[in-house]
């Protein structure tokens, strides 16, 4: 398993926001593809994006 070592753009660097929270593209994530692994602590999770385009987070 591969991970990114680049930090991916996060939208309000490329689009003015007011938001506070830290806003992602979710193909910036899955790097164009459909499929990303987030890692928290030591649990491994899967993003998915659809064919009809939401989002699917699982263990």
């Known amino acids: 398993m591969s991970f990114h070592t680049t930090r ?3 939208v309000s660097e490329t689009v003015p926001q007011t938001n ?3 806003t992602y593209l979710a193909k910036d994530l899955t790097d ?6 987030i890692v928290l602590d ?6 998915r994006i659809t064919r009809a385009g939401k989002l699917i987070l699982t263990k």
Do not use: H, I, S
């Open 20 to 22: 506070v929270l830290p």
């Open 8 to 10: 991916p753009k996060m």
């Open 42 to 47: 030591e649990q491994t999770y899967t993003l």
């Open 32 to 37: 164009g593809g459909d499929l990303a692994r």
